[in-house]
């Protein structure tokens, strides 16, 4: 099994067609609070004919972690590349959503790439749920800002949408601070979106109000819906 104290893992993704999975975690190492997390794995599975087995060495995507690693999303291009997104709070304190590849299966990976959207290059939020990739090859990922200083806290969810496969990204549905939220309790965050087909994505958010809501694209992501509640009755969770 994978050690996943103070949830430090990720979900895990199939990246082939043998059943092989990518999994980012803390393996154990994992602090709260003032005790840092000092290391950040990428796990590979295989699963075989006698059951899951991981790969005997993990290969070491960060140091010094603050806090959880949150919304890994790992995906492997047609040309064998695999690419790694994933959320943290680094060494400096700061939120932000980091990208990496790699071309030897994960052995190794690349240095970080800080996705910088075109419409707000220093926009830094936080990713807790999957991203998705659209049956045109679009990228999309939900990211959302916080602010602590009001009480309560406030919030905002944006996404994060990419068609060269992460070269360049835009913030949507506006730059900061224009993204949606519920007006009675000022907080929306952990949105995911799920590619429906057919040029539709349906996002599912997190809100205080007592359900979960959601939104709407039926153009590759690109326009959306403003989110609404679903009747899914959840009091504040993703």
């Known amino acids: 099994s994978v050690p996943n104290p103070d949830h430090g893992s990720g979900h895990g993704d199939v990246v082939g067609r043998r059943g092989d999975a990518m999994i980012l975690a803390n393996l154990g190492c994992c602090g709260y609070g003032a005790r840092p997390s000092l290391r950040l794995f990428a796990q590979k599975l295989t699963f075989t004919e006698s059951g899951w087995q991981l790969r005997p060495t993990p290969a070491l995507i960060y140091c010094e972690l603050r806090h959880c690693n949150a919304n890994q999303s790992i995906v492997r291009l047609p ?28 052995h190794t990976w690349s240095r970080v790439h800080v996705i910088r959207p075109r419409n707000d290059p220093d926009f830094r939020g936080m990713s807790v749920t999957r991203m998705c990739e659209t049956d045109a090859g679009t990228w999309l990922l939900g990211s959302h800002e916080a602010d602590w200083s009001y009480k309560p806290l406030l919030t905002r969810q944006y996404i994060l949408r990419s068609e060269d496969q992460g070269a360049t990204w835009d913030l949507l549905p506006h730059p900061r601070h224009g993204g949606w939220f519920a007006e009675c ?51 504040d969770a993703p």
Do not use: Q
């Open 79 to 106: 040309n064998g590349r695999l690419w790694a997104a994933y959320c943290l709070v680094g060494r400096e304190g700061r939120l932000c959503v980091h990208a990496r590849y790699s071309d030897d299966d994960g």
């Open 185 to 235: 309790f000022n907080r929306m965050d952990e949105g995911r979106p799920i590619n429906l087909g057919d040029g539709h994505v349906f996002l599912m958010t997190r809100t205080p109000e007592g359900h979960l809501w959601g939104a709407w694209s039926e153009d590759d992501g690109k326009t959306w819906t403003y989110p609404k509640p679903t009747s899914l009755i959840h009091p």
